[in-house]
């Protein structure tokens, strides 16, 4: 039988202020990662973009040994709480 494998996993913060851009859509920014930005056409797409776009920058920062500008707590537990935004 295999020995269970523990999960190490690192969640981030990341603060974002989303407003409406110019053409109709929604345009995402961290205030506290000015390379952390994105666009959608509603607020559950920009809130999707961003999201990944933070997932690449840190995956890249690590790679490139640069410090993440977010607050991370390890956890080792494999249950997780994900946000779900909609509009209202």
């Known amino acids: 039988m295999k ?3 523990t ?4 969640e981030y913060e990341l ?6 851009d110019r053409l109709e859509g929604f345009v995402a920014v961290s205030p506290s990662w ?3 930005y994105a666009q959608g056409d509603s607020i559950d797409e920009v ?3 961003i999201t990944a776009v933070a997932a690449s920058l840190i995956e890249l920062y690590k790679e ?4 993440i500008p977010l607050k991370s707590t390890p956890t080792n537990k494999s249950t ?3 946000p779900v935004l909609t509009s209202a």
């Open 3 to 5: 020995s269970a494998r």
């Open 34 to 36: 000015s390379d952390c």
């Open 15 to 20: 603060p974002i202020k989303i407003g409406k």
């Open 47 to 49: 809130v999707a973009e």
């Open 7 to 10: 999960l190490r996993v690192l």
């Open 80 to 82: 997780f709480r994900i």
């Open 64 to 67: 490139e040994g640069l410090k």
